[in-house]
Structures are given as C-alpha cells and as structure tokens.
C-alpha cells in the first residue's frame, strides 16, 4: 500500500487518508517457547561471562555447541554490550547465518539497554535483510524481569525500523522480517511487548508529524494528522480556529501566526481512561520558526525550526500511546499551534499583548515565540479543565543546548516529588533529564512597559519563569527539550531527523504520576 503512493502536492486528501493508515512498521514479532521449524537466521544474546568463555547456548547438538564456541573464541567476543558478529551457521543448525549480540552484564540489564540491544540488531538486519530471525534469549537470566527484557529488546528493533519516506518517489523497502522471539513465557513477554508496541506507535506519530516541512505541517495541517490518527482510538479530538482563539481572549497564541496565512489552533485531545481530575501535558507547536522579525540569521538553525513543532508531537505521540495502552489514566493535551513567520502583518519586536490570563507580556524578541503560545496554552488547560498537575514540554531555548547538549532535557519545578518523577521516567527510558532551578531568577523577566516580557538571561531560566506564572497555584513542571527532538547533523540514516523524544518520557511519568497519586 505504502510503496504504491507517491506524495504530490496535488493528493493532499489522499496524504490524509494515507497517515491515518500508516503501517510504519513491517516486521512481525512472535513470541513463544520453542524455535520456528525453519528460521533464516538464529541470534543468540550473550551476557558477559564470569568464566573465561560465554556459556554455551541451547543451540543444538552438542557439536553445533561446540562450533559456536569456537566461532565465539576465534572473534575474541566477550558479550559486552552492543559487541556482536556475524558467521555462516554452524553445521547442524537449521539456519544460514548465526549472530551473537553482547547485552553486557546479564544481571544487571536494563530496559534501556535491552533496547539499545535491539537497535543494534535491527541496524544489522538492515544491511543484511533476514526473512526470518530466531532469538535464543536462553543465556539471558531467568529472573522476574526476563520477559520484560525480551520484550524491550524487540522494542528497541522497532524503534530503529521507522523510517520517514514519504517524500521519497521509490522508497528503499523497509525491514519486513519476521522476529520469533524465544522465551520461558510467551505470553507474558508479548503482553509487555503489547505495551511497548502501543508506545513505539506513538513515538513514530511524533517523528512523522515533527519530521514534516514547515509548509506540509501548517497549524490546521498538524491538528488533522492527530485527529486521523487518534480519534479511531477513542480520543476526544477539539480544535479551535483563530477567531475562536481570539474570542477566548488567547491573544500571545493568536499573535505568533500574525505573520502568517496560517493562523494559530489551538488542538485539543483528552483520553479518558478513568474519572479522576486530568493529568494535562501542553506542548510547544510552532510548525515553523523563522525567528519572526528577530529573523534566524544562521542557515543551520533556520532550517532546523521545522522541529519547533516537537513537543506539540510528543504530547499527540503521548496520548496516542496511553490510548492504545488503554491506560486507567485521564490526560488532556493541549497542543497550541502557530507559524512564526515574517510579513507586513506580523507582530513587531515591542508590541504589548494581553494573554488570555489577562498578564501583558512586552515581546521583546519575536524569536523568543513558544513561551507566547504556551502561556495561552497552560491557561487554557488550567480554565477548562481543572487539572491535577499540568507538565509543559517545548523546545524552548538555545540556552538549554548549550547547558546540557542533547544528552538530557531540562526540567523545571518548584514542586520535589514532580522533579523526582520526571526523573525516574528519564532514567527508565532514557529521555533523561537534569533539574535546572528558577529561583532566583523570578525578577529576570520584568518589563517596564508590560507586567513582564518575553526575554531574559540566563535564557533557559528566562523561559521557565515566564511560563511560572500561567501555571499559578497548580503543580507545574517545564521540559526544556530544545535539541532533544532531532538526531544531530552527523549522525547517519536511519538515524536522522526526529527522534520522537518525550513520548516515552512522559508516557512513562504519566503511568508513574498517576499510581503515586491514586486515591
Ligand atoms: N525554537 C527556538 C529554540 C531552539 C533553539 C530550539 C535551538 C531548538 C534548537 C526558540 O523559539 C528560540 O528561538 N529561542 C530563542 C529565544 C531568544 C531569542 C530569547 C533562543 O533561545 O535563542
Ligand atoms: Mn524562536
Ligand atoms: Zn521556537
């Protein structure tokens, strides 16, 4: 189906219909507790090994054992993590090929790592495509946790599959093997996988609608690939025009698309998976950032700001993976969508606007534009829907980058224990974060025309206080995620463009918040 559509500016209905549809992946998982009467490939995971060679795998006769050994001696493999080779399948095995992957110490794996055992796997296969691959995780611990690990290792496999090609006329095929994956419990490492399967696909709905140019990805454009997407999944989907943006008094989010023929939206998607107050996430949508007229001068970072929509596509990736999860958990998005470009009708550095909130902001810089749009944004889900917590997620500053790089995310808050949650869903997923304080910079962002303005140094710090005061007395917490949203310049296919950072971060903090706080 996908191979067969070309993208033309001409079927823009038909671009639709196909991201409702998209399959992004195409390879297949089957979980069970004895090999495939026939497999193309057998993988073996191999821990490091206290004793001098790695155990010996169940991966036949005695004698096949034994050629696996020496294959393993003669590559002078150990099994640390990420080390692997490749050799023609010992006689004996049904297979033409034998790969061992190191997972490191089998003890003390890690879902992170696990995953990042799978990405390695499948970047393997894609330069030597396999029908069918058996993995023998036999030599893996037999613990709690060894059905979970097995599962996130075929999650970290999905993750590296995706691939954005829709504007390629012929498309490279993409990896269709057929994965079995061999385990003591079948079943219980494919409900996990059911899991990470529902986050993986929320994590490509970030990459792709991150991943669209500017002009393809406008603010009406982005609000119906979501509602394609997500309202077949029992999400309650709202979008509000600029007139009814302007009506609701959000002038700082209608302002930023001033300069635009694409006006603002303000995109709304709650799943209701319980009934108590809403968990809302408020992502940074802007679909392009030209700057405004404080213009990007530098050709890099301009071209980059088709990923100014990042957070905006996390928090739809967000509630698409706790949909398809049927999480017991009620999560509203808001995603405040806007254009900031350069015309005679755009707003101009010095203008005062009156946020929804009724707090006048002086823009000083048109540049720094997603803290306008978000002010309006966490008003919103503060006036509408009472939340319990709201968690705002953007990629607000260059300062962030230059603090931390794209390692981790920057989080602010005043609130401990919400630090310390989004926290341990970073260290789970490995969307790490590092806390960054806002006091005692409350005072950095005053005005002397206006109740405050839009810039201010240190400029991360700048940004999160700014955003503060819309969040009032509801518990708040901010993720810096500037860099984060796209792999960096020299890194190579499949690996480029968004990484679709956030989804699993706040998938997992959402889960984690709301069993911490269930009454
Ligand atoms: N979208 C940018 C921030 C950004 C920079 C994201 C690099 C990802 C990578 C944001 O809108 C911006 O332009 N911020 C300015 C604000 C400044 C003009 C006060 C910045 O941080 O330089
Ligand atoms: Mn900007
Ligand atoms: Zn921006």
């Avoid at 191979?3 to 195409?26: E, H, I, K």
């Avoid at 001696?73 to 033409?96: H, I, R, S």
């Avoid at 079995?180 to 986050?199: C, F, I, M, T």
């Avoid at 009814?244 to 023929?261: H, K, P, W």
């Amino acid at each position: 189906m996908k191979t067969m559509l070309r993208y033309s500016a001409a079927v823009g209905l038909l671009l639709v219909a196909f991201v409702a549809q998209a399959d992004y992946l195409q390879t297949q998982n089957l979980f069970s507790a004895t090999p495939p009467a026939e497999a193309d490939t057998v993988v073996v995971l191999v821990p490091l090994s206290t004793d001098s060679s790695p155990a010996a795998p169940a991966v036949g006769s005695a004698e096949t054992v034994a050629q696996f050994q020496r294959a393993v001696e003669a590559q002078a493999f150990t099994g640390a993590l990420g080390e692997q080779f490749e050799v023609l399948a010992p006689a004996g095995m049904n297979a033409k090929r034998l790969i061992a992957l190191g997972v490191g110490d089998g003890a003390a794996l890690q879902r992170a790592d696990a995953e990042s055992v799978g990405a390695a796997l499948a970047l393997h296969l894609a330069t030597r495509p396999s029908s069918t691959v058996a993995v023998n995780t036999g030599l893996l611990p037999q613990n709690d946790s060894h059905s979970a690990l097995v599962a996130a290792v075929a999650h970290g496999a999905d993750l590296a599959n995706y691939r954005f090609d829709r504007y390629k006329s012929a498309p490279e095929p993409r990896p269709a093997q057929t994965y079995h994956w061999l385990v003591s419990d079948p079943q219980a490492a494919e409900a996990r996988y059911a899991q990470l399967r529902a986050l993986a696909e929320g994590v490509f709905t970030a990459r792709e609608l991150t991943n669209l140019p500017g002009s393809d990805g406008y603010p009406a454009a982005f609000a119906d690939h979501v509602r394609q997407r997500l309202e077949p999944l029992g999400i309650t989907i709202t979008v509000l025009t600029p007139k009814q943006i302007l009506q609701e008094g959000m002038e700082a989010l209608y302002g930023v698309s001033r300069g635009s023929q694409h006006g603002s939206h303000l995109l709304i998607a709650q799943w209701r998976g319980s009934k108590d107050a809403p968990i809302a996430l408020v992502g940074k949508g802007i679909t392009f950032d030209s700057g405004g007229y404080n213009l990007k001068l530098d050709a890099e970072s301009l071209l980059a700001m088709t990923g100014d929509k990042a957070g905006a596509a996390a928090v739809a990736g967000t509630l698409e993976a706790l949909a398809r999860q049927r999480a017991p958990v009620n999560v509203v998005g808001i995603m405040p969508l806007s254009q900031n470009a350069v015309s005679g009708t755009a707003q101009l550095p010095g203008d005062v606007v009156t946020s929804a909130s009724g707090i006048t902001i002086e823009i000083a810089n048109t540049d720094a534009e997603g803290r306008l749009v978000l002010a309006d944004g966490i008003w919103y889900a503060r006036e509408k829907f009472k939340p319990r917590v709201i968690a705002d997620i953007a990629t607000l500053t260059g300062s962030k980058v230059r603090a931390l790089g794209r390692d981790y995310a920057a989080v602010f808050s005043t609130d401990d224990a919400l630090v310390d949650s989004v926290t341990q869903a970073g260290e789970l997923t490995r969307e790490r974060v590092w806390r960054l304080p806002l006091g005692p910079y409350e005072k950095i962002i005053e005005s002397t025309v206006a109740d405050i303005r839009n810039t201010g140094s240190p400029g991360a710090q700048a940004g999160a206080v700014f955003l503060q005061q819309f969040a009032g007395d509801t518990p708040w917490v901010h993720v810096d995620m500037a860099g984060n949203g796209r792999y960096d310049a020299t890194s190579k296919p499949p690996l480029t463009g968004a990484t679709g950072y956030g989804v699993r971060l706040l998938t997992e903090w959402v889960t984690l918040y709301a069993n911490s706080t269930a009454e």
